[in-house]
Structure formats: structure tokens, C-alpha cells
């Protein structure tokens, strides 16, 4: 059983979000940029560099994978 479905989130600035089911989990996504938007709407904070070098780091450390 998989099923997917896409919402547009009442909250924040109403980003796309999308809930896939199969028989191994829920998995829930959205973009990063809306991530980091809603994140900085929740704290009141501003965390686009934060964020960016968070992002940085990952995509070194994938790197290794190649």
C-alpha cells in the first residue's frame, strides 16, 4: 500500500507539504526553503546562515559518498 498526498500547510506561509505512506513508514516533506521560512516564523530568529552552512556541511560530507 503507498499512497501520497499533497497539502498546502493553513500555517505559516501556507508551503506545500507532502505525506507519503507505504508499508515501511510515513515520510513528511517540504523544501528547505520553506523549512527554514516556517522555522524562522516559529523563532522569531533569523537562521538563513545557519541553515546555509548547515547545508554546506552536508553537501561536503556527500562528497565522501563519490
Sequence with gaps: ???T???VSRKW???LI???VTT???GITMTLEDFIFAMEQETGQPL???A?????GMKAESS???
Design 1 to 3: 500500500m503507498e499512497k
Design 5 to 7: 498526498l499533497v497539502s
Design 13 to 15: 506561509h501556507e508551503p
Design 18 to 20: 507532502r505525506v507519503d
Design 24 to 26: 515501511i513508514g510515513i
Design 48 to 50: 538563513r546562515a545557519a
Design 52 to 56: 546555509e552552512r548547515v547545508v554546506a
Design 64 to 66: 565522501k559518498a563519490l
